[in-house]
């Protein structure tokens, strides 16, 4: 009898930090039964091994910032039979998506002492607006369990069950009080897909979106209860946007809204 192929797995990266692929290594021994089902066929971050392609999935980390990176995701996508989109910097531009707000090379011309060598586009986009993406997965970084989650879907041939609830949720399940009424504090909660298990709220702190917009984000209604209920001026409305996902359309929007 045959042996079965295991399906090949490849991770790229773009602009990005690189922690949404440490994740993936995190996952430790969890990792050691992702390895057992799947061919890790291109991950650089990991191995110098390299098969070539192409390749049943891709996982694919950061932004769209350079000409040449615009070209080089198209040739992914053609060698990818799915792809995947993981983090901020791949599903809503990352905080490199500051740019997009402003001239870029007033930035390389304070940054670089030779801003003449540097060539990049005027905006860092996410890679779904380049090409199809099959699924994308949010976080700054990633949660490691939803990653698990993702690839056993993929091999079992099923729907990733990926929660795109606000985060609220996850403070209610915790049992943790709503820091916004109990403590006058402004929080992205409420327009923030679940997903990191509501760290900053167990700390006191309000949710900073990480995990990017949820899936029907009421962002008007929440900046007027800020404006209205905690006296946050609009100078710091556009700020709390304007962070890890500051090119996701729903916060993209919500903090034009608010831009003098």
Same mark, same amino acid.
């Given at each position: 009898m045959a042996k079965k192929r295991k399906p090949k797995l490849a991770v790229w990266k773009f602009a990005s930090c690189d922690g949404c692929q440490l994740s993936l290594l995190d996952c430790e021994d969890e990792l050691l039964a992702v390895a057992g089902a799947v061919d890790i066929a291109n991950f650089p971050e990991a191995s110098r091994r390299i098969v070539k392609?192409?390749?049943d999935l891709s996982l694919v980390e950061g932004s769209i910032t350079t000409s040449h990176d615009a070209e080089r995701i198209h040739k992914v996508r053609r060698m990818s039979k799915f792809l995947v989109t993981i983090g901020s910097c791949a599903t809503g531009g990352g905080i490199q998506a500051l740019r997009n707000f402003k001239d870029v090379n007033t930035f390389v011309s304070q940054v670089y002492a030779n801003p003449e060598y540097i060539e990049t586009l005027n905006k860092s986009t996410p890679i779904a607006d380049h090409v199809f993406v099959d699924f994308e997965l949010r976080g700054c970084p990633?949660?490691?369990?939803?990653?698990?989650?993702?690839? #056993?879907?993929?091999?079992?041939?099923?729907?990733?069950?990926?929660?795109?609830?606000?985060?609220?949720?996850?403070?209610? /399940?915790?049992?943790?009080?709503?820091?916004?009424? #109990?403590?006058?504090?402004?929080?992205?909660?409420?327009?923030?897909?679940?997903?990191?298990?509501?760290?900053?709220?167990?700390?006191? /702190?309000?949710?900073?979106?990480?995990?990017?917009?949820?899936?029907?984000?009421?962002?008007? #209604?929440? #900046?007027?209860?800020?404006?209205?209920?905690?006296?946050?001026n609009d100078v710091d409305i556009v700020r709390a946007y304007r962070t890890f996902n500051a090119y996701a359309e729903p916060f993209r929007k919500a903090s034009e809204a608010y831009e003098k």
């Open positions: 392609g192409p390749y990633i949660n490691k369990y939803q990653l698990i989650e993702v690839l #056993s879907a993929f091999l079992n041939d099923r729907k990733p069950n990926i929660p795109t609830h606000s985060l609220c949720i996850e403070c209610k /399940r915790r049992g943790i009080p709503c820091v916004m009424v #109990s403590s006058g504090i402004p929080c992205l909660g409420p327009v923030t897909q679940a997903g990191c298990g509501a760290i900053c709220p167990s700390y006191n /702190r309000g949710c900073y979106g990480c995990f990017g917009p949820q899936e029907t984000p009421n962002t008007g #209604s929440l #900046s007027e209860w800020w404006q209205q209920k905690l006296d946050v």
